[in-house]
């Protein structure tokens, strides 16, 4: 084996086990706004690490420059994606925490909730 594929084998190893640490977190966090932060922060870390993995597997010029735009395209638009999908289920009131000890974010939206 080459450099080359152990080094794409370890980045693509690395991304299915965030992978695997996404789905736990997915499975075992209690409220719905720690799954999103779950599943941006270490989803995103999963795809990027596997694009880079197929980018360093590939090894041509242009077609890993693509695969690496695939994977900065990832790392810049998945947590743009759950901060809005969290800030929409926060407005539209959905599973809101039972216990909140200060919410700032309702004094931003002026929804007067304390």
């Not at 084996?1 to 370890?10: G, N």
């Not at 197929?54 to 077609?63: D, G, I």
């Not at 900065?72 to 909140?100: E, G």
């Amino acid at each position: 084996m080459l450099i080359r594929e152990i080094i794409s084998y370890l980045l693509m190893g690395a991304g299915g086990v965030f992978a695997i640490i996404t789905v736990i977190g997915l499975i075992r966090f209690p409220d719905v706004y720690i799954r999103i932060h779950a599943a941006a922060v270490v989803l995103t870390i999963s795809a990027v690490l596997v694009t880079f993995g197929v980018a360093v597997y590939v090894w041509e010029l242009f077609l890993s420059i693509k695969i690496i735009l695939i994977g900065l395209f990832f790392l810049i638009s998945n947590p743009m994606a759950t901060h809005s999908i969290a800030r929409s289920s926060y407005q539209q009131k959905v599973a809101l925490p039972r216990v909140r000890s200060v919410d700032e974010y309702a004094d931003y939206l002026e929804r007067g909730e304390k």
